[in-house]
């Protein structure tokens, strides 16, 4: 059998190559449709909850939801600082957006589970933390989100669950500010930090003990 000459294997060495980058581009653009479909699927809500380690901690758990991140919204300073939100009266709240996929998780289901994990009966904050930082609220994007919002915390009202009347706000969406980098995911970097902070101030104490009416309904 006779040696392929040299120039006739770069030929084919080139041309294999060639069909490995078409194959190769096919494939991304395959690809490249689903991935975009998948990222058009995914929506935000921001919360509103107290403290958002612990609201961030909370609905990291809730299957449906891809992200969290801790920030501020609803006050009037630019890019606001946590030294500015908590001690210089921005009229920010710390709160939580969250990323969620609407095909695992509806966005009722968010609202409900949200106030499943606070004290909606507080008017000055939540738990051990006081002030207009900690106070709750629900921050809607349209007027499907606002009627859901409503619609809860009417039901939740009229139900007589709770001790006293729902409180937490709703309000129009504003722009969001992520908070410091040592902030994101606290509850993941200082574990024993975290934990000695939710349970010294009693934060799953007092849901447990004002929604503990809820589950004879």
């Given at each position: 059998?006779?040696?392929?000459?040299?120039?006739?294997?770069?030929?084919?060495?080139?041309?294999?190559?060639?069909?490995?980058?078409?194959?190769?581009?096919?494939?991304?653009?395959?690809?490249?449709?689903?991935?975009?479909?998948?990222?058009?699927?995914?929506?935000?809500?921001?919360?509103?909850?107290?403290c958002?380690?612990c609201?961030?901690?909370?609905?990291?758990?809730?299957?449906?939801?891809?992200?969290?991140?801790?920030?501020?919204?609803?006050?009037?300073?630019?890019?606001?600082?946590?030294?500015?939100?908590?001690?210089?009266?921005?009229?920010?709240?710390?709160?939580?957006?969250?990323?969620?996929?609407?095909?695992?998780?509806?966005y009722?289901?968010?609202?409900?589970?949200?106030?499943?994990?606070?004290?909606?009966?507080?008017?000055?904050?939540?738990?051990c933390?006081?002030?207009?930082?900690?106070?709750?609220?629900?921050?809607?994007?349209?007027?499907?989100?606002?009627?859901?919002?409503?619609?809860?915390?009417?039901?939740?009202?009229?139900?007589?669950?709770?001790?006293?009347?729902?409180?937490?706000?709703?309000?129009?969406?504003?722009?969001?500010?992520?908070?410091?980098?040592?902030?994101?995911?606290?509850?993941k970097?200082?574990?024993?930090?975290?934990?000695?902070?939710?349970?010294?101030?009693?934060?799953?104490?007092?849901?447990?003990?004002?929604?503990a009416?809820?589950?004879?309904?």
């Amino acid at each position: 059998m006779r040696t392929p000459s040299t120039p006739t294997i770069a030929v084919i060495a080139g041309l294999s190559a060639m069909a490995l980058a078409f194959l190769s581009s096919a494939g991304a653009q395959q690809d490249s449709p689903h991935q975009d479909a998948a990222s058009k699927r995914l929506s935000q809500a921001v919360f509103a909850g107290g403290c958002f380690w612990c609201v961030e901690a909370d609905f990291d758990k809730l299957d449906g939801v891809v992200d969290t991140v801790s920030g501020y919204t609803g006050g009037h300073v630019f890019n606001p600082t946590y030294e500015q939100v908590s001690h210089k009266g921005t009229g920010h709240y710390e709160a939580v957006r969250v990323t969620y996929d609407p095909d695992v998780v509806s966005y009722d289901a968010l609202v409900s589970y949200f106030f499943q994990h606070v004290d909606p009966t507080d008017p000055d904050g939540q738990f051990c933390d006081k002030g207009d930082s900690y106070r709750t609220a629900i921050f809607v994007n349209t007027d499907e989100e606002r009627e859901t919002a409503e619609m809860e915390i009417h039901e939740i009202d009229e139900s007589g669950v709770l001790k006293a009347a729902v409180v937490t706000k709703v309000l129009k969406a504003e722009t969001f500010w992520p908070a410091e980098e040592y902030h994101q995911d606290y509850y993941k970097k200082n574990p024993l930090k975290y934990r000695f902070y939710r349970t010294t101030c009693g934060r799953d104490d007092t849901v447990r003990d004002i929604w503990a009416k809820a589950d004879d309904h």
